[in-house]
């Protein structure tokens, strides 16, 4: 987060279906001195929207709502290469359509039920620019909805050429859920290089964080479930 972002409030959007959870976010965010709501929304057709008038710096957004569906809105929001964030709630923590949102650039995604701190916390790693979605449990989600993958289209790169056969290395072993300091000890390396080549990697790749990067390495195959 830059010197004036963190001197003002993050802007946030809620946007769901139903008011009533609408409402308990909004009680839970508006008692937090550095987060401000700046709109509500009941689809996604609506919050696409507000997002292009209003430039939230993070979204709450559900998945299953009428008109236009959370991933479709996300979508949306990322093609139109809105400088906002998408945080996508889900009422489970292993819903297949988080896949969807995910590789449309959602920045992660949270249980509806999460805890209050929890989602503070959530919304203020998102809004400094990472993605919230532990290596780990995107690495079982993939594995659990593998084979329900959406198809790559041209628009997503489809193979791994670009990199170098390092690159595609550090790729795998983040895919596989492991932290920076765990690869730099996996191929004897300083956890800066590491980071180096991750970087390498997400602009070669045109991807916007590591859950992304993720996602790819199971749909181009660098990675294989349970291997």
């Known amino acids: 987060m830059n010197a004036e972002s963190a001197q003002r409030p993050v802007k946030v959007m809620l946007v769901d279906d139903q008011p009533l959870l609408r409402t308990g ?31 939230p710096d993070v979204i709450l957004m559900d998945i299953r709502m009428p008109r236009m569906d959370g ?49 503070v916390a959530a919304i203020r790693s998102v809004a400094s620019g990472d993605a919230i979605v532990a290596p780990r449990i995107l690495r079982r989600l993939l ?50 290089t590491v980071k180096t080549h991750v970087g390498h990697v997400l602009t070669k790749l045109g991807l916007r964080d590591r859950v992304q990067a993720v996602v790819l390495a199971y749909e181009t195959g660098l990675v294989k479930p349970n291997r």
Do not use: C, W
């Open 71 to 119: 991933v479709a809105a996300t979508q949306a929001i990322v093609d139109a290469k809105l400088p906002v964030r998408v945080l996508i709630l889900t009422t489970f923590d292993l819903d297949e359509y988080v896949i969807g949102s995910l590789r449309a650039g959602a920045a992660g995604f949270l249980a509806k039920d999460v805890p209050a701190e929890d989602l």
């Open 143 to 192: 594995e659990k909805f593998v084979d329900r993958l959406p198809e790559p289209n041209e628009s997503t790169p489809t193979h791994l050429d670009s990199l170098t056969d390092r690159e595609r290395e550090v790729l795998a072993l983040v895919a596989k859920g492991l932290s920076n300091s765990e690869i730099a000890k996996e191929l004897t390396v300083s956890e800066t």
């Open 25 to 55: 976010f909004r009680m839970v965010l508006e008692a937090e001195p550095d987060v401000t709501i700046v709109a509500e929304a009941s689809d996604g057709a609506e919050a696409v929207e507000l997002a292009r008038r209003l430039l």
